[in-house]
C-alpha cells in the first residue's frame, strides 16, 4: 500500500508541467534570497528608521513572491482550485505589491537625504497609497473592475486593472527621475553612486512589470523586484563601509580613496588641493551642552559644509575624517577656486551663526594645501593640518 502511494504522489509531480515547477523554483529561489537579506541585515549598520523601511520592504516582497505563487499554484490545480483559495492570493498580491512599493520609496528617499522621512512623506508614501489600495480592492470585490473569476474560475483582468501598476509607479516614479537627474550634476558628483543605484533600482522590476501585464504566465515581476532588492543591498553595504554614520558624509578611508585615485590621474598637475577643516573650542560645547549636543553640533556643521560644497559646482569630495575634524578634496582646481571655498565655508558657517538656530556659535578652522610639491598622501594631510592648526591658534589668540 505505501508503495502504491508513493507511486500515486510520483505520477502526480511527474505529471505537473515544466513551467508550472519553473515558477514554483523561482519563487522559492527568491524567497530564500529575501531571508538572507533579512538575516544579514541585523548584523550591518543600518541606521534604526532604514532598517525598519528595509526589512519592511523585503517582508512585502517576500509576502508578494509568496501569494503570487500561490495564485498560481491553486490556477495550475497544485492546490484545490476554489474561488477563495484563487481570490484570496491576487488580493494579499495586490495589496502587498503597493505596500512593497511605497517602503522601497521611502527607503530611497532615506539613502537619498542621509536621514529619516519627514512625518509628511511618510503619510504620502504609505497612508495615502495604503488607503487608495484598500478602497480599489474593496470596489473590486463587488465589481470586478480590478480582475474576477468567470464561472470556470479563470482569472480575468478588470477594465481599471492597470491603475494597480499605475499606483506603483507614482511612488516609485518621483524618486527615481529626482535620483536620475542627480547622477548628471556634478554638485552631487560626491553621492553619485548612492544616486546611481536608486536610480536603476526601478529599470528591472518596471521592465518585468510590462512582461508581467503581457505574458502572465511567466515568473518576472517577482524576480525583478528581488534582483534589484539584491543589487541596491550589495550597494547599501559598499556605501555603509564608506560613509561616516553619524553625518552621512564619506569616511576617513574613501576619501582617502579618493584621494590615491587622483593623485593616480593628476598627480603632476599640482591641482589637486585639501581643505582641512576644524571646529573651535568643540570640546566646550560638549563639556556645557552634552554629547548630543555635540553629536548635533556635528550634524549641522556637515550640513553647512555640504551646501557650501555642493554650491561650487566642481567635482569636489566632503567628508568627516573623525572626531570634528572635515576633509574636502578638491581635484582640478586652482588656487583661486581653493581661497574661494573656503571663503564660501565661513560664510556660510557665519550665516548659520546668524539664524539664532543654536545657543552657541560654531567657529571653523581652514587650512588649504595641494600637490604642487609632493605627490604623497601623508605630507599633504600634514600640510593641510599645520595649516589648520596655525589658524586655529591664531583664533584661539584674538579670542584670549
Given at each position: 500500500?505505501?508503495?502504491c502511494?508513493?507511486a500515486s504522489k510520483?505520477?502526480?509531480v511527474?505529471?505537473?508541467?515544466?513551467g508550472?515547477?519553473?515558477?514554483?523554483?523561482?519563487?522559492?529561489i527568491?524567497l530564500?534570497?529575501?531571508f538572507?537579506?533579512?538575516?544579514?541585515?541585523?548584523?550591518?549598520?543600518?541606521?534604526k528608521f532604514?532598517e525598519?523601511v528595509?526589512t519592511?520592504a523585503?517582508?512585502?516582497?517576500a509576502?508578494y513572491?509568496?501569494?503570487?505563487a500561490?495564485?498560481?499554484?491553486?490556477?495550475?490545480?497544485?492546490l484545490?482550485?476554489?474561488?477563495?483559495v484563487?481570490?484570496a492570493p491576487?488580493?494579499?498580491?495586490?495589496?502587498s505589491?503597493?505596500?512593497m512599493c511605497s517602503?522601497?520609496?521611502?527607503?530611497?528617499e532615506s539613502r537619498?537625504?542621509?536621514?529619516p522621512a519627514?512625518?509628511r512623506?511618510?503619510?504620502?508614501?504609505?497612508v495615502?497609497p495604503?488607503?487608495?489600495?484598500?478602497?480599489l480592492l474593496?470596489v473590486?470585490s463587488?465589481?470586478?473592475?480590478?480582475?474576477?473569476?468567470?464561472s470556470?474560475?479563470?482569472?480575468v483582468r478588470?477594465?481599471?486593472?492597470?491603475?494597480?501598476y499605475?499606483?506603483?509607479?507614482c511612488l516609485?516614479?518621483p524618486?527615481w527621475l529626482?535620483a536620475l537627474?542627480r547622477?548628471f550634476q556634478?554638485?552631487?558628483?560626491?553621492e553619485?553612486?548612492t544616486?546611481?543605484?536608486?536610480?536603476?533600482f526601478p529599470?528591472?522590476?518596471?521592465a518585468?512589470?510590462?512582461?508581467?501585464?503581457l505574458?502572465?504566465?511567466?515568473?518576472?515581476?517577482?524576480?525583478g523586484v528581488v534582483?534589484s532588492?539584491?543589487?541596491?543591498y550589495s550597494t547599501t553595504?559598499q556605501e555603509l563601509?564608506?560613509?561616516?554614520?553619524?553625518?552621512?558624509?564619506?569616511?576617513?578611508?574613501?576619501i582617502?580613496r579618493d584621494?590615491?585615485?587622483a593623485?593616480?590621474?593628476h598627480?603632476?598637475d599640482?591641482?589637486?588641493w585639501?581643505?582641512m577643516?576644524d571646529?573651535?573650542h568643540?570640546?566646550?560645547?560638549?563639556?556645557?551642552?552634552?554629547?548630543?549636543?555635540g553629536?548635533?553640533?556635528?550634524?549641522e556643521?556637515?550640513?553647512?559644509?555640504?551646501?557650501?560644497?555642493n554650491?561650487?559646482?566642481?567635482r569636489?569630495v566632503?567628508?568627516r575624517?573623525?572626531g570634528?575634524?572635515?576633509?574636502?578634496?578638491?581635484?582640478l582646481?586652482?588656487?583661486?577656486?581653493?581661497?574661494?571655498l573656503?571663503e564660501?565655508i565661513?560664510?556660510?558657517?557665519?550665516?548659520?551663526n546668524?539664524?539664532g538656530?543654536?545657543?552657541?556659535?560654531?567657529g571653523l578652522?581652514v587650512?588649504?594645501?595641494n600637490?604642487g610639491?609632493?605627490t604623497?598622501?601623508?605630507?599633504?594631510l600634514?600640510?593641510?593640518?599645520?595649516r589648520?592648526?596655525?589658524?586655529?591658534?591664531?583664533h584661539?589668540?584674538?579670542?584670549?
Amino acid at each position: 500500500m505505501m508503495n502504491c502511494m508513493f507511486a500515486s504522489k510520483a505520477v502526480h509531480v511527474a505529471s505537473v508541467p515544466y513551467g508550472v515547477l519553473l515558477y514554483i523554483e523561482v519563487a522559492l529561489i527568491c524567497l530564500a534570497l529575501i531571508f538572507v537579506m533579512l538575516f544579514q541585515i541585523r548584523r550591518d549598520h543600518l541606521s534604526k528608521f532604514e532598517e525598519v523601511v528595509f526589512t519592511t520592504a523585503l517582508r512585502m516582497t517576500a509576502l508578494y513572491v509568496l501569494s503570487d505563487a500561490l495564485w498560481f499554484a491553486a490556477d495550475k490545480s497544485l492546490l484545490p482550485r476554489t474561488y477563495w483559495v484563487l481570490a484570496a492570493p491576487k488580493y494579499v498580491n495586490f495589496f502587498s505589491g503597493v505596500l512593497m512599493c511605497s517602503m522601497w520609496a521611502l527607503f530611497f528617499e532615506s539613502r537619498r537625504v542621509h536621514a529619516p522621512a519627514s512625518k509628511r512623506l511618510i503619510i504620502l508614501f504609505t497612508v495615502v497609497p495604503i488607503v487608495a489600495e484598500a478602497v480599489l480592492l474593496l470596489v473590486n470585490s463587488q465589481t470586478g473592475l480590478v480582475f474576477f473569476f468567470d464561472s470556470t474560475l479563470s482569472y480575468v483582468r478588470g477594465p481599471l486593472f492597470l491603475v494597480q501598476y499605475c499606483i506603483c509607479y507614482c511612488l516609485i516614479g518621483p524618486e527615481w527621475l529626482s535620483a536620475l537627474l542627480r547622477v548628471f550634476q556634478d554638485k552631487y558628483y560626491s553621492e553619485r553612486e548612492t544616486y546611481l543605484s536608486i536610480a536603476t533600482f526601478p529599470i528591472l522590476p518596471m521592465a518585468c512589470g510590462a512582461l508581467d501585464v503581457l505574458f502572465p504566465s511567466l515568473p518576472c515581476m517577482g524576480p525583478g523586484v528581488v534582483i534589484s532588492a539584491c543589487v541596491i543591498y550589495s550597494t547599501t553595504l559598499q556605501e555603509l563601509v564608506s560613509r561616516d554614520p553619524l553625518t552621512g558624509l564619506n569616511n576617513h578611508r574613501q576619501i582617502l580613496r579618493d584621494l590615491e585615485s587622483a593623485l593616480k590621474v593628476h598627480g603632476q598637475d599640482g591641482m589637486i588641493w585639501l581643505l582641512m577643516i576644524d571646529i573651535d573650542h568643540f570640546k566646550s560645547i560638549n563639556d556645557t551642552y552634552g554629547h548630543l549636543e555635540g553629536d548635533r553640533a556635528l550634524i549641522e556643521t556637515a550640513t553647512v559644509l555640504k551646501r557650501a560644497v555642493n554650491t561650487t559646482g566642481a567635482r569636489n569630495v566632503l567628508a568627516r575624517t573623525g572626531g570634528d575634524e572635515f576633509l574636502v578634496l578638491m581635484p582640478l582646481a586652482t588656487r583661486w577656486n581653493a581661497e574661494q571655498l573656503k571663503e564660501n565655508i565661513l560664510r556660510a558657517i557665519e550665516c548659520y551663526n546668524e539664524s539664532g538656530k543654536s545657543e552657541y556659535r560654531i567657529g571653523l578652522s581652514v587650512g588649504l594645501s595641494n600637490n604642487g610639491t609632493t605627490t604623497s598622501i601623508p605630507e599633504m594631510l600634514s600640510a593641510a593640518d599645520e595649516r589648520m592648526y596655525s589658524v586655529k591658534e591664531a583664533h584661539h589668540r584674538f579670542t584670549h
